[in-house]
């Protein structure tokens, strides 16, 4: 495994670098973030492990590979993220996953406000709690939460899925959800998540929360379509000079 020092670097350099390195090595350590900013910014291979704090924006537009961050994380990590994993050892700041489309992401710790802002598919894992506002908005996806969640979760979903442990959840709902219990096919595939990401929990111990089917969201706005690789070709010149 090679190792890549990032202690005098600026995100746009640290990110060439990675893109660089990772075309030979699969695997690669990364020494001495000091809560840098944009770390793996539309990352498309290779496996990062960050040992320490990343900043703002960690893994946004993340396309495949996979990060490890073995400290806490900044807020807005995995903005925008297509595809591939992040995994956050210690706790993460406020807008995780928002507009997430595809990929994993896993929270070992705590996460702040807005939570899944606006997702629109793939799986955000919280073991610990979540702040007020979670799965705002969200158009697709999956959110399990393990904690507690602060109030207003779940307000003006279209789609997807929240599942939540927390029993005082009832008190904290947010506008057009309802909660319902898991079917056998939910309780599946969460308890294969549970047991793929080490988690020691039991999906049958969860709730769902869906969105009304009625009141002011009674009326498809639209079907969502995702086409990433669509997508890539009008937003890969705009990453390039972020990078």
Same mark, same amino acid.
């Given at each position: 495994?090679?190792?890549?020092?990032?202690? /005098?670097?600026?995100?746009?350099?640290? /990110?060439?670098?990675?893109?660089?390195?990772?075309?030979?090595?699969?695997?690669?350590?990364?020494?001495?973030?000091?809560?840098?900013? &944009?770390?793996?910014?539309?990352?498309?291979?290779?496996?990062?492990?960050?040992?320490?704090? =990343?900043?703002?924006y960690a893994g946004g537009f993340? &396309?495949?590979? /996979?990060?490890?961050?073995?400290?806490?994380?900044?807020?807005? =990590?995995?903005?925008?993220?297509?595809?591939?994993?992040? =995994?956050?050892?210690? &706790?993460?700041?406020?807008?995780?996953?928002?507009?997430?489309?595809?990929?994993?992401?896993?929270?070992?710790?705590?996460?702040?406000?807005?939570?899944?802002?606006?997702?629109?598919?793939?799986?955000?894992?919280?073991?610990?709690?979540?702040?007020?506002?979670?799965?705002?908005?969200?158009?697709?996806?999956?959110?399990?939460?393990?904690?507690?969640?602060?109030?207003?979760?779940?307000?003006?979903?279209?789609?997807?899925?929240?599942?939540?442990?927390?029993?005082?959840?009832?008190?904290?709902?947010?506008? &057009?959800?309802?909660?319902?219990? %898991?079917?056998?096919?939910?309780?599946?595939?969460?308890?294969?998540l549970f047991s793929h990401y080490?988690?020691?929990?039991?999906?049958?111990?969860?709730?769902?929360?869906?969105?009304?089917?009625?009141?002011?969201?009674?009326?498809?706005?639209?079907?969502?379509? %995702?086409?990433?690789?669509?997508?890539?070709?009008?937003?890969?010149?705009?990453?390039?000079?972020?990078?």
């Amino acid at each position: 495994m090679e190792y890549l020092d990032a202690a /005098n670097l600026q995100s746009r350099e640290l /990110n060439k670098l990675l893109k660089q390195k990772l075309q030979k090595n699969k695997e690669l350590k990364l020494k001495n973030p000091h809560s840098l900013h &944009n770390i793996g910014i539309g990352l498309e291979m290779g496996e990062v492990i960050i040992e320490g704090n =990343t900043g703002f924006y960690a893994g946004g537009f993340l &396309n495949g590979a /996979n990060l490890t961050i073995e400290a806490n994380a900044g807020w807005y =990590t995995g903005d925008n993220m297509m595809a591939g994993e992040i =995994t956050i050892k210690k &706790n993460a700041g406020c807008n995780l996953a928002v507009y997430q489309s595809g990929g994993t992401i896993v929270v070992h710790g705590n996460v702040g406000s807005r939570l899944g802002y606006g997702m629109k598919g793939g799986t955000t894992i919280v073991c610990g709690s979540a702040g007020m506002w979670a799965g705002q908005m969200i158009l697709g996806g999956r959110l399990i939460v393990l904690g507690e969640v602060g109030r207003e979760v779940g307000e003006s979903m279209y789609k997807g899925v929240i599942y939540l442990k927390d029993k005082a959840v009832e008190a904290k709902l947010g506008g &057009n959800v309802f909660i319902d219990d %898991l079917n056998k096919e939910e309780i599946k595939e969460i308890n294969q998540l549970f047991s793929h990401y080490g988690i020691n929990e039991e999906a049958s111990k969860l709730q769902a929360l869906r969105p009304l089917t009625s009141g002011r969201h009674q009326y498809e706005l639209f079907e969502i379509d %995702l086409q990433a690789e669509e997508a890539r070709k009008y937003s890969s010149k705009s990453l390039e000079e972020l990078l």
